[in-house]
């Protein structure tokens, strides 16, 4: 069924719109906003146990309502690890998840994922990266895959067997990077649709994906955080809520 979804169809809108705003000298025009609209979210983290959540409890746990994935000297990875979350696939949704993460963190939220076969919990698939020095913040990258689909600041068209097209851009490095919080809670927004893949970071779109590389594109899969391979690091996840947007094409 997902190889005939409307999506697929609306591609050339979308790049039509995206460019048309551009061109106008249009920053903040023709692509998902943040809202404070709440309807259709669902919790999918209780705050208090790992329910619902499977991952290596060496590096993961909760603690003071928050979803605690963390590196100490004596437990050093070997290979990037996720705790998953086992209530289905992602395919059409929104995602709100506010994060905190210390000066040497590097993490990220995997979505439309699939896990690796050679790591018992390595996954592959759309990442909302994430890191403490915020160099990579806000960016797409496909964790074990093409790598980096879309900068901070980008709007990219993907196509097969090519480096991504910069269609637009999406503000200066200094203004976005304005926008992240450092040592404090910031609140991602993903929102996936068909081939259009954007992420919101406190209210501010930082980058947008139009995936139309047939080959590799994913349009389900599963949901997932990280602690990356480095050094000791501590990352925080809350208020963890997901809406499905299947019932809005």
């Not at 499977?54 to 690890?81: C, F, H, M, Q």
């Not at 590097?106 to 018992?120: A, D, E, F, L």
Request: hydrophobic letters at 35%; aromatic letters at 10%.
């Amino acid at each position: 069924m997902k190889n005939s979804r409307q999506p697929f169809c609306r591609t050339a809108l979308s790049l039509i719109l995206f460019c048309a705003a551009f061109s106008a000298g249009a920053q903040q025009r023709g692509w998902p906003v943040a809202t404070n609209d709440e309807s259709g979210f669902v919790k999918i983290f209780d705050g208090q146990t790992l329910a619902g959540w499977a991952g290596d409890t060496n590096y993961w746990r909760v603690e003071n309502g928050a979803l605690v994935g963390e590196i100490t000297p004596t437990n050093l990875l070997k290979v990037n690890s996720f705790i998953v979350w086992r209530g289905g696939e992602t395919r059409d949704f929104e995602l709100k998840v506010e994060y905190r993460i210390t000066a040497q963190g590097n993490s990220g939220i995997n979505y439309r994922s699939v896990m690796v076969t050679n790591g018992p919990w390595t996954m592959r698939g759309y990442q909302a990266d994430i890191d403490g020095r915020n160099q990579y913040t806000g960016q797409n990258y496909e964790e074990r895959g093409r790598t980096f689909l879309a900068l901070r600041g980008q709007v990219t068209r993907q196509v097969n067997d090519q480096l991504p097209q910069i269609i637009g851009t999406l503000g200066t490095p200094a203004e976005l990077l304005a926008v992240i919080k450092t040592n404090d809670w910031n609140e991602y927004h993903l929102i996936a649709s068909g081939n259009t893949l954007t992420h919101i970071l406190n209210g501010r779109v930082m980058s947008v994906v139009l995936d139309e590389d047939t080959a590799n594109r994913k349009f389900d899969g599963q949901l997932g955080v990280q602690v990356h391979v480095g050094p000791p690091m501590k990352i925080e996840y809350r208020n963890f809520r997901l809406k499905s947007l299947a019932g809005e094409k």
